[in-house]
């Protein structure tokens, strides 16, 4: 299992780091935009404290502009993983890096079809978003076990499911009880995931009996 932090925030990802909970950071154009700083230095930022791999968005939608944006974003770093929205023209330019080496994550899969297009087209991860289908009341959670269901029964598919816009600690649970392979997490959920009440009502009784002790 491997675990992301989906997030542009250094202080967050840093949080993330010191607990070994960033195997590899996602990153969107909407994150980005938060930090307030230039694509190429909030990735350049993040590179320099995270050895996983960095995902980094395109922007372009069309084949060239999409290779030669994710040429120059794989030029920033030898970790970076380019992120390319799920389109045709991204399943084009995803099996023309696929045939340069360069790894891959084809983002926005909605559906299981979607995501055994980017996988023929040599994708190397897949990024299916659960939140965004649970808001429009279809289970997000099912997409990943069919996903996974489909990438087990053909052993040739190496692409990689990484289970993205993650809302609670449920979407991590529901998704690892299916397999899947990687979670992108932001760090708000990843506290959520420490808490239970039970643990802090413990803690608090514990701490109160110790004051009898002689
Ligand atoms: C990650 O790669 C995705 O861009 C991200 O998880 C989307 O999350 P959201 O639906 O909460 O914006």
């Not at 995931?193 to 009502?201: N, V």
């Amino acid at each position: 299992m491997k675990i992301y932090v989906d997030s542009a925030d250094i202080s967050e990802i840093e949080s993330a780091l010191a607990l070994g909970l960033c195997d590899g950071v996602t990153t969107n154009p909407t994150l980005i935009a938060k930090t307030g700083k230039s694509m190429e230095q909030a990735i350049k930022d993040i590179c320099s404290i995270v050895d996983g791999p960095v995902h980094a968005e395109v922007l372009s939608l069309d084949e060239e502009g999409i290779f030669k944006e994710g040429l120059e974003l794989s030029r920033i770093s030898d970790n970076i993983v380019v992120k390319i929205p799920m389109c045709h023209d991204g399943l084009k330019a995803t099996k023309r890096f696929s045939e340069e080496g360069i790894d891959t994550n084809v983002t926005l899969i909605f559906s299981a079809s979607q995501a055994i297009l980017a996988a023929k087209a040599g994708a190397s991860n897949v990024c299916p978003f659960v939140g965004r289908l649970d808001d429009i009341s279809v289970t997000g959670t099912d997409l990943i076990d069919e996903i996974v269901s489909i990438f087990d029964n053909y052993p040739e598919i190496d692409t990689k499911i990484i289970v993205a816009s993650v809302r609670s600690p449920m979407h991590v649970i529901d998704s690892a009880l299916i397999g899947a392979d990687i979670f992108t997490i932001p760090g708000k959920v990843l506290t959520q995931m420490e808490k239970h009440p039970l643990t802090d009502a413990g803690i608090a009784k514990f701490l109160e009996d110790a004051k009898k002790f002689t």
